[in-house]
């Protein structure tokens, strides 16, 4: 895995495995299925990951699956299963306070308690974040709390969840800016409020020596609110200069306010617009399985059979403010909201019902001695129902059905050695948002705009793996090949608007590559060393808009061939970590290296990636006092410029301050400077 910094905002990242992507941003096609202690965590709106709505201090552990049929949505490239703590796997108090030299302040505490059949446990985490880049502070404050009853037979458990989080992702600079100043930011506000609360049930029971039944009930609100400055194609009419017209595809139109009247001109220099958008979700749902373990002749045999409803409701609001962009390129309100008659700018007012089931079984059977087969089968329907509250634009009825097969051969060759070979189906029917977003001549915008209703085709990966893994005295090595085809691939393409864009089908796609770690541990040393490969390209001929990009066409135009690379994936990334530790202390490092990625809009390959880059981290910790334990870091310890997410920008629609003529299109989300970070932490 890695995690792609597309927001400038490290507590909502990508994370990405084998060229997918679970996202917090609407725009990206979402490929990974994420599931907390057995419910469903892909938002249901736009199916959509937000990291920030977990204290990541309650985690006990997390464990990532690849690709299989029996995971559900969005399980394209794999599943991510994350377990939270309860108070017997976290005994007793712990506490730990930090800062960092950028302004970055984190306080967690923790108590785990049980006795007898009880248990109890609650996390508190608060982040403090001045941000080290300009104008980007960010706070979350996070709880979590769990009671549990477990008998030898039964058990029930009750986890409450809830998060408050004021973030400020602003995004791409332009790289010449960030030559003059590597902490400047290019537009803002790029402002987000998120509160999440989520309580669920899991309940446990033993129905004899061979029988358990499992489920998880879950019910959650989610909201957010969202306020994002950003450049737009709007100046004086040539033909009536005391009108605002809006600039497209080479022609104008009148600019139009929500009265249906032609928006005069303001004083302003240059314009912009003011995007705000308000999303609450209230979501509920249920996963129950019943597992049957029984000895055969030839191993344990485990069959499971289960059931899962997901339904939620989502109200989305969106505006567009007119805007004057200020010096320092902060959008300013002027007052008046665009409501252009076809659509591209326009008030939105949405509800989305969603209903989601699925029907699974799966069977580890043992063939023979040391050869096991993996069997699994997935019935999914999903229902989408699209109520628009301001016409019927967005008004519509969409199902999708789908049943995905799955087997995977596991044969342990001798003590320690183990080949796997196997090949499912996945799928991911569109999501509200995107159903909602898919029209070209209606397109949206890249903060969570939409605006047309044409129908999406659900998405269908066949997957392929072969792999081994080994372990020889202190060595133990992993190795995988792997290939997935997309078919009906989803993706966030621009518009011939600027700040526009829209969802369409792009045909098929196909991820594929190489995985391989190994790892030696002896006494206090523990080394690993891993390299992936991961080539990620689109599979037949597109034209897509780009507008920004130099090298399109008189019309704004790229062409993709086959064999283009997928943007924003690395074909290359390795890593290398050492750590010693001693009774007392331990201390560590790694080296973190990545190849150039496409930018985002140069589908077509005809443009630079961007650069290449190694990092390197240090760590280590010292107890001196008891439970007392003093720990620090030093991040990027060279204080390498590098970026892990590029796209292009109208950089020459408005004068750069701190660098003049600036002109080029290309934008980056830079990474953190070398950055100290010291604490002190009371663990049991």
Avoid at 241 to 255: F, I, K, N, V, Y
Avoid at 568 to 594: E, F, I, T
Wanted: hydrophobic share 35%.
């Amino acid at each position: 895995m890695s995690l792609q910094d597309a927001q400038g905002n490290s507590f909502e990242p990508n994370l990405i495995y084998r060229g997918f992507t679970a996202s917090p941003l609407q725009g990206q096609p979402q490929g990974l299925a994420v599931y907390v202690d057995g419910a469903r965590f892909n938002q249901p709106f736009g199916e959509t990951v937000h990291f920030d709505l977990l204290p990541s201090a309650a985690i006990d552990h997390a464990d990532l699956f690849d690709a299989s049929a029996i995971y559900g949505l969005n399980a394209l490239g794999g599943a991510l299963a994350i377990q939270t703590k309860t108070g017997r796997s976290a005994p007793g108090v712990f506490a730990s306070v930090s800062t960092t030299d950028r302004g970055n302040r984190e306080a967690v505490l923790e108590r785990g308690w049980s006795k007898g059949h009880e248990s109890a446990y609650f996390a508190l985490q608060a982040n403090d974040d001045q941000g080290w880049r300009r104008h980007s502070p960010s706070t979350v404050i996070g709880a979590f709390g769990d009671l549990g009853w477990d008998s030898d037979r039964a058990g029930i458990h009750v986890k409450a969840d809830i998060s408050d989080a004021d973030l400020t992702g602003n995004g791409t600079t332009p790289v010449e800016l960030l030559q003059a100043d590597y902490k400047a930011v290019f537009t803002r506000p790029d402002e987000t409020r998120d509160d999440y609360f989520r309580l669920s049930l899991h309940p446990w029971v033993k129905l004899g020596s061979h029988d358990r039944f499992e489920a998880t009930l879950y019910a959650q609100r989610y909201t957010q609110d969202a306020s994002n400055g950003d450049l737009a194609d709007i100046a004086a009419c040539e033909q009536s200069p005391a009108l605002l017209c809006l600039q497209s595809g080479g022609t104008e139109g009148l600019l139009i306010d929500v009265a249906g009247s032609p928006v005069s001109t303001r004083s302003a220099t240059f314009y912009g617009l003011l995007n705000r958008s308000r999303t609450r979700t209230d979501s509920a749902g249920i996963l129950s399985q019943f597992v049957d373990r029984r000895p055969f002749p030839s191993g344990e045999n485990v069959l499971t059979i289960g059931f899962s409803y997901d339904a939620g409701r989502t109200h989305f609001d969106s505006d567009s403010e007119l805007g004057s962009i200020s010096a320092n390129r902060e959008v300013l309100g002027l007052g008046p909201i665009i409501a252009q008659p076809d659509g591209s700018i326009a008030p939105v007012s949405l509800v989305a019902d969603s209903i989601n089931v699925g029907l699974f079984a799966s069977d580890r059977l043992p063939l023979a001695r040391g050869l096991v087969a993996e069997l699994g089968l997935r019935w999914n329907r999903g229902d989408i129902d699209l109520h628009d509250q301001l016409g019927d634009a967005l008004s519509g009825n969409h199902d999708f059905r789908r049943l995905n097969p799955g087997v995977q051969l596991n044969w342990r060759v001798f003590s320690g050695t183990d080949l796997r070979a196997g090949v499912n189906q996945t799928s991911r029917s569109p999501s509200p948002a995107e159903l909602t977003c898919a029209n070209a001549n209606d397109p949206c915008s890249f903060t969570n705009f939409f605006i047309s209703d044409p129908p999406l085709k659900q998405v269908v990966t066949t997957s392929y793996e072969l792999g081994g893994q080994a372990k020889l005295g202190p060595f133990k090595w992993i190795a995988t090949v792997y290939r997935s085809d997309n078919a009906n691939d989803i993706q966030f393409v621009a518009s011939q608007v600027r700040g526009r864009a829209f969802f369409r089908n792009v045909g098929s796609t196909r991820r594929q590559g190489i995985e391989a770690t190994l790892s030696w541990k002896s006494g206090p040393w523990d080394i690993r060393g891993g390299y992936a490969l991961t080539e990620a390209t689109f599979r037949q001929s597109l034209l897509l808009n780009s507008p920004d990009n130099p090298a399109a066409d008189a019309n704004g135009q790229i062409m993709v061939e086959p064999g283009d690379r997928l943007p924003g994936v690395p074909r290359h990334r390795a890593l290398l970590s050492v750590d010693y530790k001693r009774r007392n202390w331990g201390a560590g490092g790694d080296l973190q290296a990545a190849s150039g990625q496409p930018f985002f809009g140069d589908e077509a390959n005809v443009d630079r990636a961007t650069n290449s880059y190694v990092i390197a981290n240090l760590r280590g910790s010292v107890r001196v006092l008891g439970q007392l334990q003093l720990f620090g870091e030093v991040k990027n310890l060279f204080d390498r410029r590098y970026a892990t997410y590029g796209a292009y920008s109208a950089t020459s629609q408005i004068p750069i301050m701190e660098a003049p003529g600036a002109s080029d299109p290309r934008s980056l989300t830079p990474g953190a400077p070398r950055t100290f970070l010291l604490g002190m932490k009371w663990q049991p």
